[in-house]
């Protein structure tokens, strides 16, 4: 079993920042990707950033250059820090861990609510 422990969400001001981190414990072995994907009521889940377990990431275009995705392999910990956070980045926002083995694992999600 693997568990993800989201925590950093909270309510933020437009333009405001926030960083999430996300903890991975378990029988991890093979880690291929480490990632963040959010929801907002009424839309679908969607990628926000992901990392690999040799460095590479990548980004949803709407967060390029805002958000940046890192990673403690000692850790197994993901980081995830949002700046100049806008009103439409609010979502409810997941960990995933994607293993070489196939398996897809998620966390129980963490809030972010950017409003005035």
């Known amino acids: 079993q693997v568990q993800l422990v989201e925590s950093g969400g909270g309510l933020v001001q437009p333009g405001g920042s926030l960083r999430l981190a996300c903890a991975a414990s378990?029988?991890?072995?093979?880690?291929?990707?480490l990632g963040w994907y959010r929801q907002a009521p009424g839309k679908q889940r969607e990628l926000v950033a992901f990392i690999t377990k040799a460095g590479s990431t990548n980004y949803a275009d709407s967060v390029k250059g805002r958000f940046t995705i890192s990673s403690d392999n000692a850790k197994n910990t993901v980081y995830l820090q949002m700046n100049s956070l806008k009103p439409e980045d609010t979502a409810v926002y997941y960990c995933n861990l994607a293993s070489l083995t196939g398996s897809s694992y998620w966390g129980q999600g963490t809030q972010v609510t950017v409003s005035s």
């Open positions: 378990g029988s991890i072995f093979s880690i291929l990707a």
